[in-house]
């Protein structure tokens, strides 16, 4: 009885470690940015504005995936997220591996509000202080880059 049971746990062990070997890594599918309109956001000081490709999250899986698990993001290129309703709105950067600037945007299409230089991969809570309708993710700096200010505009077609 005593050969038997030595025997089986033998064998159990055997086949734990045969399993553990023949896992391969899981090679994540590369997401790539998709354009799906372009953002005006016309400045209040000098009247100026500036052009970006954006890809739009309007659907309740686009609006909680956003720009998760992307390892880079053009210059020119941003996410727009649009929501049904107006009212103040907390991100974060749970399993985005790039750093961004967040611009907050009202129903009238005026910037409210920034969080800027948002650390991948962190979960702390990134408020809009005021309501928004809008959310716009840029790479990290460019929102002082563009100078942008509260009180500019946006327009954007699909």
């Not at 953002?39 to 209040?44: G, P, R």
């Not at 309703?85 to 974060?92: H, I, K, L, Q, S």
């Not at 991969?121 to 840029?138: G, I, Q, W």
Request: aromatic share 10%; proline share 3%; with cysteine.
């Amino acid at each position: 009885m005593f050969i038997k049971h030595i025997t089986l746990i033998s064998i159990l062990t055997l086949s734990v470690f045969a399993c553990k070997e023949d896992k391969k890594p899981i090679k994540q599918t590369d997401i790539s940015f998709k354009k799906e309109g372009e953002l005006s956001i016309f400045k209040l000081v000098d009247s100026t504005s500036l052009k970006i490709d954006i890809e739009i999250a309007d659907t309740d899986f686009d609006i909680q995936t956003g720009l998760m698990y992307r390892d880079s993001m053009k210059k020119n290129q941003g996410m727009l997220f649009v929501f049904d309703d107006e009212t103040e709105r907390y991100f974060y950067m749970k399993n985005t591996k790039i750093a961004l600037d967040l611009v907050y945007i009202n129903g009238a299409k005026k910037i409210v509000s920034f969080q800027k230089n948002a650390k991948p991969f962190d979960e702390t809570s990134l408020p809009s202080n005021e309501p928004a309708k809008y959310v716009l993710e840029v790479n990290a700096g460019l929102t002082d880059e563009w100078s942008l200010t509260v009180g500019d505009s946006i327009s954007y077609s699909e």
